[in-house]
């Protein structure tokens, strides 16, 4: 089983949807977590860390269940440059940072 | 004013080749890490270097040896090149080896043929 997984997609939206994308780990040890948005043949950049208590950022909002160990993002009012992959990241703590990146979630916004 | 740069953006080489992938950052961070992205899209942690120490070695094979000359660089040679070392190699940096964003170089595109 995968420490991070991820439905790959392709989630194929029109704009102004709203769409939810779900990621769950296996390590009950992870400490951090985040989102990141990887544009096609660019690199990984942040999108939002993930806060126990939940975190919104514009019409993007994530959240944390470690019951369940699963993390969430979800984009309102999609619009087409929301169009990317975005990627699930889990760390363990111990003493050195150990990321592990999912494989990523497909999102095409179409008009 | 480039926060994470790494050269060359595009390699491509023959089997049994030795190559040599260059990371510098100017963000005053003190972890970089090298990255594999294969065709899979799969994004898998290499190595991860704290102050020019080495902290992570994620089972990659012995030809790839990472060399930290100073905090700033954290430069990839692998040797002996195969067909399945063929992928997007990204290095990133982040403040300190403790959960923190990480910030990636626009990636080297390697094809091994």
């Known amino acids: 089983r995968k420490e991070v997984e991820q439905d790959p997609g392709p989630f194929n939206v029109p704009e102004g949807a709203t769409v939810a994308f779900n990621c769950t780990y296996s390590?009950?040890?992870?400490?951090?977590f985040f989102w990141y948005r990887q544009d096609c043949r660019k690199e990984p950049k942040l999108l939002m860390s993930?806060?126990?208590s939940g975190n919104e950022d514009g019409r993007f909002t994530a959240q944390l269940n470690r019951a369940s160990q699963y993390i969430s993002l979800l984009i309102r009012d999609s619009k087409l440059s929301d169009s990317a992959t975005y990627l699930c990241v889990s760390s363990r703590g111990g003493g050195s940072y150990i990321p592990t990146f999912g494989r990523g979630t497909s999102l095409i916004v179409h008009p | 004013d480039t926060a994470v740069s790494q050269t060359p953006k595009y390699l491509v080489t023959q089997m049994g080749n030795d190559k040599s992938i260059k990371c510098e950052q100017n963000l005053g961070h003190d972890t970089m890490y090298w990255y594999k992205q294969d065709s899979k899209k799969f994004l898998k942690i290499m190595f991860s270097y704290n102050n020019k120490e080495l902290i992570i070695n994620e089972t990659v094979p012995n030809r790839f040896s990472p060399k930290s000359p100073d905090k700033a660089h954290l430069n990839l040679h692998i040797n002996s090149l195969e067909l399945g070392d063929s992928a997007v190699y990204f290095c990133?940096?982040?403040?300190?080896?403790?959960?923190?964003?990480?910030?990636f170089g626009p990636g080297t595109r390697l094809l091994v043929l």
């Open positions: 990133a940096s982040t403040p300190q080896a403790a959960g923190e964003t990480q910030y």
């Open positions: 993930v806060y126990s």
């Open positions: 390590n009950s040890a992870s400490q951090s």
